[in-house]
């Protein structure tokens, strides 16, 4: 039986000092903290509150990770954030490949290979992100391209166990417009993506990982979205930032 994962992408919001009240909230408000919770709850804030996330979180069943990671192991490299850095925070998770760090940092599929390696070389698990612009699903070439980023960033990489990975179609057209894909559009990318995942992991191995859907997820669509069978949860932006709202998506996830 699936676990239903829900992810809250906090992007470059809120400050340590503001985190650390919400994250206090949120524990408080969660059946037994989050411990008897049906689904998982993932919380991935801007890299100076992690270390609050980790006060108020521990090593309990609210799980958090960063936004992104470096793809060197350490060295000279200002501003960068290592997955050993990460790790010691007591983060079990990292997004890669979100198309915000692919449009305005100009990352390739070969720097986003390279970050998944370092992140399960740490015995983290990346969410990898993948998903087509607007033009491109226009030409009717959606498919292909997604497919094309999940294939690059996974070319030779070698999982432990389907757990080891997370992927999240985030149609770019679909990222902070509210506008999102119906569930029967993203039911069927999460199929292919599936597919792709069997033909590199076989099948048994890709009908486990999770596959997370993301681009303007809410509490009007989530339920729907999870009516799908091939998708595993959600990679959530605005509707992860106020309280309300993302108890209102736990709950449905169950």
């Given at each position: 039986?699936?676990?239903?994962?829900?992810?809250?992408?906090?992007?470059?919001?809120?400050?340590?000092?503001?985190?650390?009240?919400?994250f206090r909230e949120l524990?408080?408000?969660?059946?037994?903290?989050?411990?008897?919770?049906?689904?998982?709850?993932?919380?991935?804030?801007?890299?100076?509150?992690?270390?609050?996330?980790?006060?108020?979180?521990?090593?309990?069943?609210?799980?958090?990770?960063?936004?992104?990671?470096?793809?060197?192991?350490?060295?000279?490299?200002?501003?960068?954030?290592?997955?050993r850095m990460l790790k010691?925070?007591?983060?079990?998770?990292?997004?890669?490949?979100?198309?915000?760090?692919?449009?305005?940092?100009?990352?390739?599929?070969?720097?986003?290979?390279?970050?998944?390696?370092?992140?399960?070389?740490?015995?983290?698990?990346?969410?990898?992100?993948?998903?087509?612009?607007?033009?491109?699903?226009?030409?009717?070439?959606?498919?292909?391209?997604?497919l094309a980023q999940l294939?690059?960033?996974?070319?030779?990489?070698?999982?432990?166990?389907?757990?080891?990975?997370?992927?999240?179609?985030?149609?770019?057209?679909?990222?902070?417009?509210?506008?999102?894909?119906?569930?029967?559009?993203?039911?069927?990318?999460?199929?292919?993506?599936?597919?792709?995942?069997?033909?590199?992991?076989?099948?048994?191995?890709?009908?486990?990982?999770?596959?997370?859907?993301?681009?303007?997820?809410?509490?009007?669509?989530?339920?729907?979205?999870?009516?799908?069978?091939?998708?595993?949860?959600?990679?959530?932006?605005?509707?992860?930032?106020?309280?309300?709202?993302?108890?209102?998506?736990?709950?449905?996830?169950?």
């Amino acid at each position: 039986m699936r676990r239903v994962l829900v992810a809250g992408n906090w992007k470059m919001h809120k400050t340590p000092s503001e985190a650390r009240v919400w994250f206090r909230e949120l524990k408080r408000l969660l059946p037994g903290g989050g411990s008897l919770l049906d689904s998982e709850v993932a919380l991935l804030p801007a890299f100076p509150i992690l270390p609050y996330a980790r006060e108020v979180f521990g090593e309990g069943p609210v799980a958090y990770g960063a936004q992104d990671v470096s793809a060197h192991r350490e060295g000279a490299y200002t501003g960068e954030v290592s997955a050993r850095m990460l790790k010691d925070l007591g983060c079990r998770y990292a997004i890669v490949g979100h198309s915000e760090r692919r449009r305005y940092h100009h990352e390739t599929d070969t720097l986003v290979r390279e970050k998944v390696l370092r992140l399960l070389e740490e015995g983290l698990t990346p969410i990898l992100c993948v998903g087509e612009p607007l033009e491109v699903r226009e030409r009717g070439e959606a498919v292909p391209y997604t497919l094309a980023q999940l294939e690059a960033a996974l070319e030779g990489v070698e999982l432990a166990g389907p757990e080891r990975l997370v992927v999240a179609y985030e149609p770019v057209w679909a990222i902070g417009t509210g506008k999102n894909a119906s569930p029967e559009d993203a039911e069927a990318m999460h199929q292919e993506i599936r597919q792709a995942l069997a033909r590199r992991y076989g099948e048994e191995f890709a009908a486990r990982v999770r596959v997370l859907y993301g681009g303007s997820v809410n509490p009007k669509n989530f339920a729907d979205l999870l009516s799908m069978p091939n998708v595993d949860g959600g990679l959530v932006g605005g509707a992860s930032l106020e309280l309300e709202s993302f108890l209102a998506l736990i709950k449905l996830a169950g």
